[in-house]
C-alpha cells in the first residue's frame, strides 16, 4: 500500500499560497492514491481542507513527483464531490481537466 507523503510532495513555497496546497493532499491520501480505491466520497476532514485552503493552491504545487504519486483525475472528483469544481478545461500541474 502507498500513501501519499511528504518524500513525493515537494511543493514550491516561493509559488503563491505558501505551499498550502500540500496540506490538501496530505489530509486526503486515501480519495487521491493511485494504489488505493477510492471512496465513494472524500472523508468530510479532506473536504474541509479543499474548501478552506482551495484547489487553486493544491494546482500550484502539483509537480511530476506528486503526479506520480496521486491520480489525477481522483482529484478532480475529490474537488467536485467537496464542492469545488475545477473548471473543465484548466490545468492542475501538468494535468488538464477534460471538457464534459
Given amino acids: 500500500m502507498v500513501l501519499l507523503s511528504l518524500s513525493h510532495i515537494q511543493g514550491n513555497p516561493s509559488q503563491g499560497c505558501n505551499g498550502w496546497g500540500i496540506t490538501v493532499l496530505e489530509g486526503c ?55 469545488r469544481p475545477l473548471a473543465h478545461g484548466s490545468q492542475c500541474g501538468s494535468y488538464r481537466v477534460p471538457s464534459v
Fill in 29 to 83: 491520501p486515501y480519495s487521491i492514491d493511485k494504489e488505493l480505491p477510492a471512496p465513494p466520497k472524500p472523508s468530510e476532514g479532506c473536504c474541509t481542507l479543499v474548501r478552506v485552503i482551495g484547489m487553486k493552491c493544491v494546482c500550484e504545487i502539483i509537480n511530476k513527483g506528486i503526479e506520480a504519486a496521486i491520480d489525477m483525475q481522483k482529484l478532480v472528483k475529490v474537488a467536485a464531490d467537496c464542492g
